[in-house]
């Protein structure tokens, strides 16, 4: 299985910007689809972005979609999650994931489409 190892999480303002970064090893990196998830204090994980291994298509949660960028850099073996507009509402420990299951558009992500996870990095955004 990938290792994932994620960075660029902090305390900013609300309206701020952050960029994630995850670095993946351990295997091809160009055979996974990579994610990015967060979860709240007493809320459900919650779906962020994916991007599909070659980097063409990608999938946003309604809560983030125009706020929020994912790319992949193959060849750093990296994938990242650029934030604008933060709200305090962003606040939470996001974490990278790696599959290779690729749900289509309108379909719910449930988390089994990935099977390594990194430990996360905490987000908080203040008022």
């Known amino acids: 299985q990938v290792q994932l190892v994620e960075s660029g999480g902090g305390l900013v303002k609300a309206g701020d910007s952050l960029r994630l970064s995850c670095l993946a090893s351990g295997g091809t990196f160009t055979h996974y689809a990579m994610g990015w998830w967060r979860q709240a204090p007493g809320k459900e994980r919650e779906f962020v972005s994916a991007?599909?291994?070659?980097?063409?298509?990608?999938r946003y949660s309604d809560s983030v979609n125009g706020r929020f960028t994912i790319s992949r850099d193959n060849a750093k073996n990296r994938v990242y999650l650029q934030m604008n507009s933060l709200k305090p509402e962003d606040s939470a420990v996001y974490y990278c994931?790696?599959?290779?299951?690729?749900?289509?558009?309108?379909?719910?992500?449930?988390?089994?489409?990935?099977?390594?996870w990194g430990q996360g990095t905490q987000v908080t955004v203040s008022l």
């Open positions: 994931a790696a599959g290779q299951q690729w749900r289509p558009i309108g379909s719910d992500w449930l988390g089994d489409e990935f099977a390594s």
């Open positions: 991007i599909k291994w070659s980097g063409d298509e990608t």
